[in-house]
């Protein structure tokens, strides 16, 4: 059972980038999922996240109108899609779900979720 989150990388501030997070060993299609992100120093914050029942999606403050959250259920993967990036957005990312009760739920509490990838690191230079 494992979460691969990938896609980060160095990019100039106004670029762009996709994270991907693939599931092995099991299926995500059930399965509520989100991206978290970490910079230096601070504590694990929600991006974003999509629920299983209708893929109502939720977004932070600081990335709403820049980032979309989808999901391939027949690839098992989540992605978060990162336009109009800035030096702020640097941290590491990862991705997390869990099995809800309610399917139309969906933390950006990352306490709620269990299962978490390794993380891929995002570096926007000014």
């Known amino acids: 059972v494992q979460l691969q989150a990938s896609g980060g990388g160095l990019v100039q501030s106004g670029g762009s980038l996709k994270l991907s997070c693939v599931a092995s060993?099991?299926?995500?299609?059930?399965?509520?999922v989100g991206w978290f992100r970490q910079a230096p120093g601070k504590g694990r914050e929600g991006v974003s996240c999509?629920?299983?029942?209708?893929?109502?999606?939720k977004y932070g403050d600081s990335v709403k109108g820049r980032f979309t959250i989808s999901r391939d259920d027949s690839k098992n993967t989540v992605y978060l899609q990162m336009n109009s990036l800035v030096p702020e957005d640097t941290a590491v990312y990862y991705c997390?779900?869990?099995?809800?009760?309610?399917?139309?739920?969906?933390?950006?509490?990352?306490?709620?979720?269990?299962?978490w990838g390794q993380g891929t690191q995002v570096t926007v230079s000014s």
């Open positions: 999509i629920n299983s029942g209708d893929g109502k999606t």
């Open positions: 060993g099991f299926t995500l299609a059930n399965l509520a």
């Open positions: 997390a779900t869990d099995e809800f009760r309610d399917t139309y739920y969906s933390p950006r509490d990352p306490s709620r979720y269990a299962y």
